[in-house]
C-alpha cells in the first residue's frame, strides 16, 4: 500500500486533522506493534513486511520488546503521542485496521499469534 493511500486511511479512520497526524499516529503505533514480539527474529519478520515508509526507521533500529498486557500497550502508545489512553487506543484501532490491510492475512495470522493473548484480542476487535 502507497504511503499516500494509508495516512489517508489512518486520516479518515481516526477523524484527524490532516495527513501529518496520521503519519504520528502511525509511526508511533507501528513501533509499539513491533515491539509487542518478544523474538528479535520474528519482530525483524514483522518489520520487513510494513509498508516503506514504516518500515525504513525500524529496520535500521529494531526496537526492544515490549513486555506489556493490554492497558500498558495503550498507555505505551499514549505516551509515544504525548496524550492519554482513550487517544491510544483510538490511535491503535486506526492504524492496526489499515495495517491489516496493506500486510497479507497470514502476516497478520503469525503477528496475532507471538503476541500477548489480550493485546491480539484487543487489536482483532479493531478490526
Known amino acids: 500500500m502507497r504511503k499516500d493511500e494509508f495516512l489517508t486511511k489512518v486520516q479518515t479512520l481516526g477523524g484527524l486533522p490532516s495527513a501529518k497526524d496520521a503519519a504520528r499516529w502511525s509511526t508511533a503505533a507501528v513501533r ?6 518478544p523474538e528479535p527474529e520474528l519482530r525483524r519478520h514483522f518489520i520487513s513486511q510494513l509498508p516503506g515508509f514504516l518500515k525504513s526507521p ?3 533500529d529494531p526496537p526492544p520488546a515490549l513486555l506489556t498486557d493490554r492497558d500498558g500497550f495503550v498507555q ?3 505516551a509515544a503521542l504525548g496524550t492519554h489512553a482513550p487517544e491510544g487506543e483510538r ?3 486506526a492504524v492496526y485496521r489499515v495495517l491489516k490491510e ?9 503477528f496475532e499469534a507471538s503476541i500477548p493473548g489480550d493485546i491480539a484480542a484487543f487489536l482483532e476487535r479493531a478490526a
Open 32 to 37: 509499539a506493534l513491533a515491539q509487542l514480539t
Open 58 to 60: 525500524l529496520h535500521d
Open 76 to 78: 505505551h502508545v499514549a
Open 91 to 93: 490511535a491503535v484501532h
Open 102 to 110: 496493506a500486510l497479507s492475512a497470514g502476516q497478520i495470522a503469525e
